[in-house]
T-cell receptor, first 112, second 115 residues
Framework: QQQVKQSPQSLIVQKGGISIINCAYE??????FPWYQQFPGKGPALLIA?????SEKKEGRFTISFNKSAKQFSLHIMDSQPGDSATYFC???????????FGKGTKLSVKP | EPEVTQTPSHQVTQMGQEVILRCVPI?????FYWYRQILGQKVEFLVS????????KSEIFDDQFSVERPDGSNFTLKIRSTKLEDSAMYFC?????????????FGNGTRLTVT
């Protein structure tokens, strides 16, 4: 069964610190790896995404690191802010119709 | 910025009743999806829809579920006879094309409560 394994389940970080969330996937045919941010009562919103031909992608304070040989990718949030407190989902795309398979999510709390 | 809209935001129904969840995808999008999220758990794929037919579905999407695009703007999910375990947030999503550069846009969801 295709899975995306995400850790940790929850994370508490001080304001200004670095938040790191990890994901591992199984299927080498996956071709797209997005991270979604979800606030309570809202749908997931695309935060940043990477393709397997790139090892790192940075957008502002958010960076994805991708290790193709290990089938792992991670989200780094630099200078974490209380407004970053949300649930973060990694995902992988493998279906022909662009279907995403999500990890179980990480609830991030950034303390002021 | 265009967005996916879902109605109602919260639906309460009794077990065994039929419910229809409604979505208006972004207007120029071609691929449509339903996902669900049981409280506190991961987002799970239900079904994808393209060119007026189901293109892929998960094992969750059994005979109790159906989808329809009744006109040029709406995309609906019908649950024929709801069960307690159908209680979840249901998210509609759409994308403009299936390629690598086309992100999936989610609506804010419908919270379905089956009593």
């Amino acid at each position: 069964q295709q899975q995306v394994k995400q850790s940790p389940q929850s994370l508490i970080v001080q304001k200004g610190g670095i938040s790191i969330i990890n994901c591992a996937y199984e299927n080498t045919a996956f071709d797209y790896f997005p991270w979604y941010q979800q606030f309570p009562g809202k749908g997931p919103a695309l935060l940043i995404a990477i393709r397997p031909d790139v090892s790192e992608k940075k957008e502002g304070r958010f960076t994805i690191s991708f290790n193709k040989s290990a089938k792992q990718f991670s989200l780094h949030i630099m200078d974490s802010q209380p407004g970053d407190s949300a649930t973060y989902f990694c995902a992988s795309r493998g279906g022909s119709q662009g279907n995403l398979i999500f990890g179980k999510g990480t609830k991030l709390s950034v303390k002021p | 910025e265009p967005e996916v809209t879902q109605t109602p935001s919260h639906q309460v129904t009794q077990m065994g009743q039929e419910v229809i969840l409604r979505c208006v995808p972004i207007s120029n999008h071609l691929y449509f999806y339903w996902y669900r999220q049981i409280l506190g758990q991961k987002v799970e794929f239900l079904v994808s829809f393209y060119n007026n037919e189901i293109s892929e579905k998960s094992e969750i999407f059994d005979d109790q579920f159906s989808v329809e695009r009744p006109d040029g703007s709406n995309f609906t999910l019908k649950i024929r006879s709801t069960k307690l375990e159908d209680s979840a947030m249901y998210f509609c999503a759409s994308r403009s094309e299936a390629g690598q550069n086309s992100p999936l846009h989610f609506g804010n969801g419908t919270r379905l409560t089956v009593t």
